[in-house]
């Protein structure tokens, strides 16, 4: 119960599955909202690229290519392989493996209610 307003405080069960939920899934939800992020992920999931050829399919200056592999990679999205002087980005399945559960509740429709309003 809280205490100032005296509503009840829900403690565990849907309420709290759905924070979880929603902790692991906006960080990737606002990250992937960049269109040119988006396309790199996109292409990224074909195949692991070096940054020339996500330059060349994204035609994209490789300044702005390596920003947004930075963000990508520091948000833990993507992986970097280095090879000499050579760098490898890949998708970083493990992430994907933790937050897709999250992801198919969120977003499945079978789980979406069409229960009416009730004020």
Not at 7 to 22: H, K, M, N, Y
Not at 84 to 101: E, L, S, T
């Amino acid at each position: 119960m809280d205490t100032t307003t005296g509503a009840r405080i829900p403690t565990g069960g849907i309420c709290e599955t759905q924070s979880v939920d929603l902790d692991r899934v906006f960080p990737l939800i606002k990250l992937l909202g960049e269109p040119n992020r988006l396309r790199i992920f996109a292409l990224l999931t074909r195949g692991e690229r070096c940054v020339c050829d996500i330059e060349s399919a994204m035609a994209m200056p490789q300044n702005l290519v390596s920003h947004h592999l930075r963000v990508l990679r520091e948000a833990d999205l993507i992986e970097v392989r280095r090879d000499g002087r050579w760098a490898y980005y890949r998708v970083n399945k493990a992430y994907w493996a933790r937050v897709y559960p999250a992801l198919c509740r969120l977003f499945d429709p079978e789980q979406m209610s069409d229960a009416p309003a009730r004020c």
